[in-house]
């Protein structure tokens, strides 16, 4: 059976090429335009998107991931680093030179002491950091250093030394950084975190939380806004979604899927007890072996990864697959492709579309609850009950895409493992078999 080109995006381009009243385009690319679209005005350009009357936004329950992404500053180490390198490169004047050697030392100073005291949040790459008065001073050090070098800019145009396009992305980027860096600096009402992957460090600012931006720069106009997933809703409220994009006022309703779970879809919920780790890893492979390899396990962060990886490591006859060893896509091509393999993810719990007979078991390894970031702290501060406005609501949604990743067409069939503590709240699960789309078996 040929298997490629099943990517939604591809499919409806292609279908709708031929008109001429119709834009698809990316969630990212639509909030690159709401961004942008008053500074290109201001400096004489199109906005990225024409006027439009309406706007759909499928998967509209990941649109906050693309806005958050669009309205963040990322200010990266590596960046000022080869910025100012290229600069040097150039025959200017001593006082330059010597200023841009600081500003490369203070450059390393300042992100050093961000990972001196940025705090890891458990299941997130986003680290909170923590404002001591020596951080500042840094970055206030590297601030003023950035600000002169655009000072001694001026005069090195006048001599007409740097090459006029090089000049113009170096004075860009050095406009981008300091005001960055003029955010972190100050109070404000938004969001900064610190990222670090392998050698590069990255800062990021978040000047406006979400909600605000969207409320005001989005759905003020006066035109219609549709949004279309299969998990928008919990228990046919749609009030989570509502308020983390800032919309008050809106029209609902949901449809009733056109598979019979009941028919095709078992759903167990097994208990373990908190401290047993190996009691719940000896059920995934016995559950594997069942199935005959044809598994997806969903994970939280990556201690999870890390000891499910030890575990499966030559102890089933079967391929595994762990995220982050390869390509995502290449990982996902595998599973696919090779019919009794096993792919560990922490990142496909939506998006993976994989019928047939590769998929047949999912096993989510616990409850996906939102990390302690400073994303998620942010919204737990602006509400009056964190677990039941926030938690609650996304671990909910969450959980329901995991499940979706099962039952992708009409012919398929399989069974889902949703791995609990044994002192889990009654309450909690009775909130979880509620959203179950078929009655869950205990274990």
Known sequence: MKKRHRCGL?????FYRHAKDLIICSHD???EHIWTKESRKREGQLPLLPDHSSVVFDEGHLLEYAAQKALSYRFTDSTLETLLTRLMENEVREKTLYTIEEALLDND??????????????????QMINMHPSLIQYGTTLLNRLQAIEEELVFESELYVINEYDLKIVEEYLEQITYSLSLFLKEMNGITWFEEKGYERTLVIMPKMVEEVMRDEVFSQKKPFIFSSATLSND???DYIA??????????????????????MEVFLPRFNQNSLDEKLDYVINKIIQSEGRALILLNNQNELKDLKEKLSGNIPYPVYFEGDEEISTLVSKFQNEEQAILCAIHLWEGLDIPGRSLENVLIFSL????????FKAKRNGVSDPFAEVDLPYMLLRLRQGIGRLIR???DRGSVHI???????PALLQKIKDVLPTEAIEV
């Open 368 to 375: 996906p609850f939102p990390p302690n970031d400073p994303v």
């Open 243 to 264: 308020n983390s994009l800032g919309i008050k006022e809106y029209l609902s309703f949901s449809v009733v899927s056109p598979f019979d779970y009941d028919e095709k």
């Open 10 to 14: 591809t499919l409806n381009r292609d």
């Open 236 to 238: 046919k409220k749609f």
């Open 109 to 126: 100073k300042f992100f050093s002491a961000i990972s001196q005291h940025a705090v890891p949040s458990h299941g997130s790459e986003k």
């Open 419 to 425: 791995m609990l503590n044994e002192n889990i709240d």
């Open 409 to 411: 067409s009409e012919n």
């Open 29 to 31: 690319f639509y909030m």
